[in-house]
C-alpha cells in the first residue's frame, strides 16, 4: 500500500482547475486524462494507476493534453501520467475489486448500497439535484430541513477561506432552511421514492413546538421517508426552541426526540450540534427519547472575512454582517473529536452514528468510520467539486478495504476508538523519535531550518549545501520540521532514544 506517504499531491496539480468537462480528456484518444487528475486530487491516485490501459501512450504522445488545457502548459499532466505508471503502479498489491459489495451496510436497518449520503443542506433541496444524486452512485440523501417556518433567505449568504490554488478550506454559510412549503417537499419525497424505491431518502425536519415535531415526523414516513434525522443544530435559527439552542439543552432534545419517535414507525435520528462543551450528553438525551441514531456535526458558529474598510463580516449583507455556520475541510478535526467522543461513550453503544464535517476525500470518510461512524453525509465538497467525487469516494473506500482484506466496510467502524485515550497522562513520554532526512529529495530551502529555529527547539542548521543537519542533544522530536518541509524530504526516524539517557 501507498496511502500513507503518497506519491503524487495535490501540490503536483496545484493549478488544475478540475473541469467539469475536461478539455484534456476530448485530446486524447486513449485515456481520460481529466479523470485521472481528479482521482490524484481527491486521493485516489492508486485506483488510477490500476485503471490505466496496459501501454502507456505518453511515451510517444506530443501532449496535445496539456495545450487543451483551459490553464495551457500549466498543468505536467503527461509527467503526473507517467508517475501513475512508474511510481504508483509499481507498489499497487491488489487489483481494482471486480464490484462495490463490500460497501454495502446499513442505516438503522436500513439497506445501504454504500455509506455516502448527501447531507441535509442546498445540495439535496430539489427532486432534480437529488435525482441527479441518486443516479451518480450516492446511496441516499438527507433532504434539506422540513419545517412550517416562513424562510426567506438572505444574499448573499456564502463566504469562504481559500487555500493555495483556491480551493476553499473553510465555508461559512447563513442559510436556514427548506424554502419550499411541507406539501411540496412530501411531494418530492413521494416522487423520489418511486423512481428510487433501493435508495435511502431520508427526511430533515424542525418543528416549533412539542407536538409539530411528532406531526411533521409522521408526514415524513407517510410520503415515503426512511428514516427522520431532527436539525437539533442549524447555527443559524437561534430562538430558544428552534436550531442549535435545542440542541444545547439535553431536556429539549429528550423532549422533542420522544414526539417525532412517537409520531411515526420509521428509525429516528438526532442532528447535535457542535456549539458545545460536549455532546454526549445531548446523545444521551436523545437515546432516552428514543432516538435510534445520532448525526453529528453540523456547522459550527463562526465569523470570518472582517473587511478592514467597511468593518463588516462576510457575508455583507447591506452592511451588516452576522455568525454563520462553519464547514468545510478545516472542522473535519473538530467533527473527529466529537464523533470519537460519541463513538466511546459506553451509554450511546449500539446507536448509529452518521458523521459530516469536512469530507472530501475516501481517506478523510475512513477516518469518520474508524472513530465509530457508520455512514457518511457531505455538504461542502459536493458544493465545490459536485456530486461526481462520489465515484472517488467509492472507489478509493473500495479498493482500501480489499488491501485490508475487510469483508464489508462495517468491519472497519470503530476499529480506531481502542487506541484513542482520553487523557494526554496515558501517552508514554520516555522516548524521542528523531527525523530523518531524504537528501535526494531536499532541494536546501531552509523551511525546516526556520521553523525549527524559530518555532522549534534549535536543532537543525544548515549545512554548506543548505542541508538541515540535526543536533541530537537538542532535539526533542517533535516533528515540526517534518510537517512543514514542501518536499516531503522529512519523515519519522526509527531510532528511539530513552529521555534518561540523554544528557541535557
Given at each position: 500500500?501507498i496511502?500513507?506517504e503518497m506519491?503524487?499531491t ?5 493549478r488544475?482547475a478540475l473541469c467539469t468537462?475536461p ?7 486513449k485515456i481520460?486524462p481529466?479523470s485521472l487528475?481528479r482521482?490524484?486530487?481527491f486521493?485516489n ?5 490500476l485503471?490505466?490501459p ?5 511515451l510517444?504522445?506530443a501532449?496535445?493534453?496539456e495545450?487543451a488545457?483551459?490553464?495551457p502548459g500549466?498543468?505536467?499532466?503527461r509527467?503526473l501520467?507517467n508517475?501513475?505508471y ?9 487489483p481494482?475489486?471486480?464490484?462495490d ?5 446499513e442505516l ?8 455516502f449520503?448527501?447531507?441535509s443542506?442546498?445540495?439535496s433541496?430539489?427532486h432534480d439535484m437529488?435525482a441527479r444524486?441518486l ?5 441516499g ?8 417556518l416562513?424562510?426567506h ?5 456564502y463566504s469562504?477561506i481559500s487555500?493555495d490554488?483556491g480551493s476553499?478550506?473553510?465555508f ?9 412549503s ?8 413521494r ?6 424505491p433501493?435508495k435511502?431518502?431520508?427526511a430533515s425536519?424542525?418543528g ?9 415526523s409522521?408526514?415524513?414516513e407517510?410520503?415515503?421517508?426512511d ?13 430558544s426552541?428552534l436550531?442549535?439552542?435545542i440542541?444545547q ?7 422533542y426526540?420522544?414526539s417525532a419517535?412517537r409520531?411515526?414507525?420509521i428509525p429516528v435520528?438526532a ?17 432516552r ?6 448525526s453529528?456535526i453540523?456547522t ?6 472582517v473587511n478592514p474598510h467597511?468593518?463588516v463580516?462576510a457575508p455583507?449583507?447591506?452592511g ?7 464547514s ?7 467533527a473527529?473529536?466529537f464523533?470519537a467522543e460519541l463513538g466511546k461513550?459506553p ?6 452514528l452518521s ?8 481517506m478523510?470518510a475512513?477516518?469518520?468510520i474508524?472513530m465509530g461512524?457508520?455512514?457518511?453525509q457531505?455538504?461542502t465538497a459536493?458544493m465545490q467539486y459536485g456530486?461526481r467525487?462520489?465515484e472517488?469516494?467509492?472507489s478509493g473506500?473500495n479498493l482500501y478495504?480489499?488491501?485490508?482484506g475487510f ?7 470503530g ?7 482520553s ?12 527525523p ?10 531552509g523551511?525546516c531550518?526556520v521553523?525549527?529555529?524559530d518555532g522549534g527547539?534549535?536543532a537543525l542548521?544548515?549545512d554548506?549545501?543548505r542541508?538541515?543537519v ?5 532535539c526533542?522530536?517533535?516533528?515540526l520540521?517534518?510537517?512543514?518541509c514542501?518536499q516531503r524530504?522529512?519523515a ?11 544528557k541535557r
Amino acid at each position: 500500500m501507498i496511502h500513507t506517504e503518497m506519491t503524487i499531491t495535490r501540490s503536483d496539480m496545484i493549478r488544475c482547475a478540475l473541469c467539469t468537462s475536461p478539455r484534456c480528456s476530448a485530446a486524447c484518444e486513449k485515456i481520460k486524462p481529466g479523470s485521472l487528475l481528479r482521482s490524484i486530487w481527491f486521493r485516489n491516485e492508486q485506483s488510477a494507476a490500476l485503471s490505466l490501459p496496459p501501454e502507456n501512450p505518453c511515451l510517444t504522445c506530443a501532449a496535445p493534453c496539456e495545450q487543451a488545457c483551459v490553464r495551457p502548459g500549466e498543468i505536467p499532466i503527461r509527467e503526473l501520467i507517467n508517475r501513475l505508471y512508474y511510481q504508483v503502479l509499481p507498489e499497487c498489491e491488489t487489483p481494482l475489486p471486480e464490484d462495490d459489495s463490500r460497501l454495502q451496510c446499513e442505516l438503522c436497518g436500513v439497506p445501504l448500497e454504500n455509506p455516502f449520503l448527501l447531507a441535509s443542506s442546498v445540495v439535496s433541496s430539489n427532486h432534480d439535484m437529488c435525482a441527479r444524486a441518486l443516479r451518480a452512485g450516492w446511496a441516499g440523501i438527507c433532504f434539506k430541513t422540513v419545517s412550517n417556518l416562513d424562510i426567506h433567505e438572505a444574499s448573499p449568504r456564502y463566504s469562504a477561506i481559500s487555500g493555495d490554488g483556491g480551493s476553499i478550506m473553510g465555508f461559512k454559510n447563513i442559510e436556514q432552511l427548506s424554502d419550499h412549503s411541507v406539501a411540496e417537499n412530501m411531494a418530492c419525497f413521494r416522487h423520489l421514492k418511486k423512481e428510487f424505491p433501493g435508495k435511502f431518502i431520508m427526511a430533515s425536519i424542525m418543528g416549533r413546538d412539542t407536538e409539530e415535531w411528532g406531526v411533521l415526523s409522521r408526514m415524513c414516513e407517510d410520503n415515503g421517508a426512511d428514516a427522520v434525522e431532527l436539525n437539533f443544530s442549524c447555527p443559524n435559527l437561534v430562538e430558544s426552541t428552534l436550531g442549535l439552542s435545542i440542541g444545547q439543552v439535553p431536556e429539549l432534545v429528550e423532549e422533542y426526540t420522544a414526539s417525532a419517535v412517537r409520531g411515526c414507525s420509521i428509525p429516528v435520528l438526532a442532528k447535535l450540534t457542535p456549539n458545545v462543551d460536549s455532546m454526549a450528553p445531548a446523545g444521551e438525551a436523545a437515546l432516552r427519547g428514543g432516538a435510534r441514531g445520532l448525526s453529528a456535526i453540523n456547522t459550527i458558529q463562526s465569523i470570518i472575512g472582517v473587511n478592514p474598510h467597511t468593518y463588516v463580516s462576510a457575508p455583507a449583507v447591506r452592511g451588516l454582517g452576522v455568525s454563520g455556520g462553519y464547514s468545510g475541510n478545516a472542522v473535519r478535526p473538530i467533527a473527529l473529536r466529537f464523533i470519537a467522543e460519541l463513538g466511546k461513550d459506553p451509554a450511546l453503544k449500539g446507536l448509529h452514528l452518521s458523521a459530516m464535517g469536512g469530507v472530501e476525500t475516501w481517506m478523510d470518510a475512513l477516518e469518520f468510520i474508524l472513530m465509530g461512524a457508520s455512514s457518511i453525509q457531505v455538504t461542502t465538497a459536493v458544493m465545490q467539486y459536485g456530486q461526481r467525487i462520489i465515484e472517488d469516494l467509492k472507489s478509493g473506500l473500495n479498493l482500501y478495504l480489499t488491501e485490508k482484506g475487510f469483508r464489508n466496510v462495517r468491519e472497519a467502524v470503530g476499529l480506531g476508538l481502542d487506541n484513542l485515550t482520553s487523557s494526554a497522562e496515558m501517552l508514554e513520554r520516555d522516548t524521542v523519535i528523531y527525523p530523518q532526512f531524504i537528501p535526494e529529495r531536499c532541494i536546501g530551502c531552509g523551511r525546516c531550518v526556520v521553523s525549527c529555529q524559530d518555532g522549534g527547539h534549535q536543532a537543525l542548521i544548515p549545512d554548506e549545501d543548505r542541508h538541515p543537519v540535526l543536533n541530537g542533544a537538542r532535539c526533542v522530536g517533535c516533528h515540526l520540521c517534518v510537517l512543514v518541509c514542501p518536499q516531503r524530504a522529512i519523515a519519522p526516524g526509527s531510532k528511539r532514544v530513552p529521555l534518561s539517557s540523554r544528557k541535557r
